[in-house]
């Protein structure tokens, strides 16, 4: 590409970088390419975006370790653009490989921001209500495409509240097979009935299973996960509506 065209997007992604650089309470690294050159400017138009980015954190305690990025071709705000802001005219979509790290996604569960987004949940045994109120969550990654999950929930029934410890293996949904749980098993509270079982069974079965998730105004669905030791590998696809906003990283 000559090098005219190549100031253009450097100028634009620098300013990219920046912004984005801005909303992050904190950054290892970031690079943000956005390809198009003056007269796709002028037009509105840019044949794609791509981030990568290195030790990404948000609301002080969730961090990704990596993640890729890659938008098909936008329509952009050409004046906005000229100053250096990248302003979608129409939500885009995009491609993103997220790599998250055991020590991260336990880090995550424990900050005060996931907990007061936790919600209790209701099961259906035969007739009559169990709740389940979530106290702790730790996730581990031993590999071999397993995740393991150790918590403590609050288990109301039948008037009653009990603590109750557990442990559960299972592997996620990957694009050549369903999500299974190979094991559940009670280490603290005296356990609970086989019904009780087989209802929590069928609603883990309705989580792992979910196509997608929002996370404030985007919509990620996932299209395959790998699991390795200490890691977890999301390949997602995404619809982006603002490269950067303000929306996208602050607090709701």
Wanted: proline residues 4%; contains cysteine.
């Amino acid at each position: 590409m000559p090098d005219e065209h190549r100031l253009e997007e450097k100028f634009l992604s620098q300013e990219a970088e920046r912004r984005v650089s801005e909303k992050l309470d904190e950054v290892e690294k970031i690079e943000i390419d956005v390809q198009t050159d003056l007269f796709k400017i002028v037009q509105g138009q840019a044949d794609g975006v791509s981030v990568a980015g290195q030790g990404l954190t948000i609301e002080k305690d969730i961090r990704v370790q990596e993640i890729k990025l890659q938008t098909e071709s936008i329509t952009i705000n050409p004046l906005s653009a000229l100053f250096g802001q990248i302003e979608l005219n129409d939500p885009v979509n995009a491609i993103a490989r997220i790599i998250l790290t055991e020590v991260d996604m336990n880090r995550t569960l424990a900050s005060d921001f996931v907990r007061s987004k936790m919600q209790d949940f209701d099961l259906d045994v035969d007739g009559r209500i169990v709740s389940f109120e979530a106290q702790k969550i730790e996730i581990f990654l031993p590999g071999d495409g397993k995740i393991e999950c150790r918590g403590r929930v609050l288990l109301k029934e039948k008037g009653n509240t009990r603590p109750l410890a557990y442990t559960a293996i299972a592997r996620p949904r990957t694009h050549s097979q369903p999500a299974m749980l190979e094991s559940f098993n009670c280490t603290e509270g005296g356990g609970i009935s086989i019904e009780v079982v087989t209802a929590l069974m069928q609603k883990a079965k309705e989580l792992m299973n979910i196509p997608y998730f929002k996370w404030k105004d985007m919509v990620f669905h996932i299209k395959d996960i790998k699991v390795e030791t200490g890691s977890l590998i999301l390949m997602v696809e995404t619809q982006v509506r603002q490269i950067p906003s303000s929306s996208n990283f602050s607090s709701t």
